[in-house]
């Protein structure tokens, strides 16, 4: 895939793809990197705020339940507001009321961005 077309795209993938070895902080942050948002701070501050994770943040991924782990994956596929968002099974292990903030982040961000979303659940 095209580095062009990628930055197009964020993909939050059934089986999540973490760095076991990577506190969440480092998981953003590199992917942050990766896609070139020079501003990093304000930006993971944000993603952590919504997605409740502010006091495992500097945990290692490794010890994430599965639904921190699925929190973070979804976190990583929205860093640089891509223009089509994949998103596979997004709420599996995730709390009735974590899952009705993320949707209303998700719902927002799509408004604002005019971002398309494909999302498949079987919920």
Do not use: W
Not at 51 to 77: H, P, W
Not at 89 to 98: D, K, L, N, R
């Amino acid at each position: 895939m095209s580095i062009v077309f990628q930055s197009y795209l964020g993909y939050c993938p059934q089986r999540d793809g973490v760095l076991d070895l990577l506190t969440g902080t480092e998981t953003l942050v590199l992917q942050c990197q990766l896609k070139g948002i020079a501003d990093t701070t304000n930006y993971i501050e944000v993603l952590l705020e919504v997605f409740n994770m502010e006091d495992i943040a500097e945990q290692l991924v490794g010890t994430y339940s599965a639904g921190n782990r699925r929190k973070l994956s979804l976190c990583l596929s929205m860093i640089g507001t891509p223009q089509v968002l994949l998103l596979d099974e997004p709420y599996v292990g995730i709390s009735t009321m974590a899952r009705k903030r993320i949707i209303n982040y998700i719902s927002a961000l799509q408004r604002a961005a005019k971002m398309s979303i494909v999302l498949t659940s079987h919920r």
